[in-house]
């Protein structure tokens, strides 16, 4: 069978009627719960976790409860080495072991912050296009992937309009997320506040044309997820036809309210018009994604959003040049 883009969303399988289901498998999250639960209250001093990524891969996450009397201090050792106390400790050897972890907490530091910009509509002003990324990242390199190249793309788009000096009939807002890594904060917290929900919308909730978001990683973009019916997604289709050289193929109609995977499902759960990019993976799954490895040098800038080059750059609007 052929895909076809037009083709009704399918509803999600229905659970048939007096079907049993067996009781829910404890998550991850919940797993950990239990085992910090139990390090605490038998004193334990610290928690090592198996990085369990490949070739010194590590992946570092938070202290979700946001409690330090809740969770040991953790570490999070390479593979390898966890490896290697595992066998020592199977070979009933004594693993002694010297950790010095420095945490510092911040109880004034609660707040923060969005960054946002716009380049101002003409007629119809009101109206909003918006696009965005998110600027934080994980601790343990510096997000160059996830999502320092998110932003930067939306940033790079927005003063290209800015240089070429257009006047948009619509007001286009840029927004770097703040929190999307613990949960979509900052992003929920915006269309909460401007935008409400379907079910419950402020004056602006009709007034936002669409928001686009970028944050798969270094890859080029090669197609959107469009939250709306399928006709949602053909307006977009059309909007980017005249990308298909650069290898951007389409979009796709998505009727997911879930909250999750990136800024846009802040968009989608309000019931509003969120687009996502997705991307060519690269090395995003295999090694960048919340690892330590995502730095600067595995950003590879030609996957970028093409730039002007020094003979085609438009002139500064405004100069005389
Ligand atoms: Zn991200």
Known sequence: QRYDPDAPVPAPPARSEGQTTNPRPLTRVEISRRIDEFLVSNGALVRINDAGRELGQIVAFHNSTFDPSKVVPTLVMRNEDYGRLSRILADGTVVELEVNIVNRLHPE????????????????????????????????????????????????????????????????RVALWTG?????????????????????????????????????????????????????????????????????VGAAATNRRALGSTDSASFNAAGLPGINFEQDPIQYESATHHTNLDTYHLAMRDELLPRF???SMPALAGSSR
Not at 163 to 169: A, M, Q
Not at 199 to 213: G, S
Not at 217 to 229: D, E, I
Not at 232 to 241: D, N, S
């Open 109 to 172: 530091g609660r707040t923060a912050y969005n960054v946002v910009a716009e380049i101002e509509g003409s007629d119809k002003k009101g109206e909003v296009v918006m696009l965005g990324g998110h600027l934080d990242s994980w601790q343990a390199a510096t997000g160059a992937t996830d999502n320092a190249v998110g932003c930067a793309t939306v940033m790079e788009a927005a003063r290209i309009l800015k240089t070429i000096g257009v006047r948009p009939r619509r007001t286009i």
């Open 180 to 248: 999307e890594e613990q949960g979509l904060l900052g992003s929920q917290a915006y269309v909460r506040e401007h935008f409400g929900t379907f079910e419950n919308p402020k004056r602006d909730y009709f007034l936002l044309a669409a928001y686009l978001n970028i944050d798969n990683g270094t890859g080029r973009a090669r197609g959107a997820s469009v939250f709306g019916p399928p006709a949602a997604a053909a307006v977009i289709r059309e909007a980017l036809a005249p990308l298909a050289d650069l290898g951007l």
């Open 309 to 311: 080059d020094k003979a």
